[in-house]
């Protein structure tokens, strides 16, 4: 889907699925690619390792409310001791691109990072709640076009991208 598109920089996720992602797309043009820890997957403290059944079953309890939550305690619970919230995560996404946008100015540039990242910055935009917006709801490969100045964002495209119907 990005054959036909011109990036004039390439940046991933430092983890090794995001990078040899980056790494097959930036190959096609030429690209090296960037990595950086502010585009990783959430840090989950001393959780990290476990598989996504074991987390949930860990921490249950704070799970079995986050549908009559509203979006800005979802944004903020804390989900396990240590572990980041959305409102973290969004704010090291955000630092990086908007570094990404005032350097690259009117240039396309590669990003690849994570699902819980994309989701995250989906839902601060706007695109979607996190009632029509689950756990399932970015294939992988998904990608999504933001336009941006550095200051201003908009959800241009996506593609892999799932939601259920607007609650």
Do not use: P
């Not at 800005?72 to 001791?81: A, D, L, V």
């Not at 409102?87 to 690259?104: A, K, L, N, P, S």
């Not at 990003?111 to 989906?122: A, T």
Request: aromatic letters at 10%; glycine letters at 8%; zero cysteines.
């Amino acid at each position: 889907h990005l054959e036909d598109v011109h990036f004039d920089a390439a940046y991933s996720s430092d983890l090794i699925r995001a990078h040899k992602t980056a790494k097959a797309v930036a190959a096609q043009k030429q690209l090296v690619v960037n990595t950086t820890e502010l585009l990783r997957e959430r840090y989950f403290s001393k959780l990290e390792g476990t598989t996504y059944d074991e987390y949930i079953k860990i921490n249950e309890h704070l799970f079995k409310d986050l549908q009559a939550m509203t979006l800005e305690s979802y944004f903020t619970i804390q989900r396990g001791e240590g572990v980041e919230t959305d409102e973290d995560i969004y704010q090291r996404f955000m630092t990086f691109i908007r570094e990404i946008g005032v350097t690259y100015a009117g240039k396309n540039i590669l990003v690849v990072s994570h699902g819980g990242i994309i989701r995250s910055v989906l839902l601060h935009l706007g695109w979607g709640t996190h009632i029509n917006f689950g756990h399932d709801g970015i294939d992988n490969t998904a990608y999504v076009v933001l336009k941006t100045d550095g200051v201003e964002f908009q959800v241009e495209k996506t593609k892999g991208i799932n939601k259920i119907a607007d609650v």
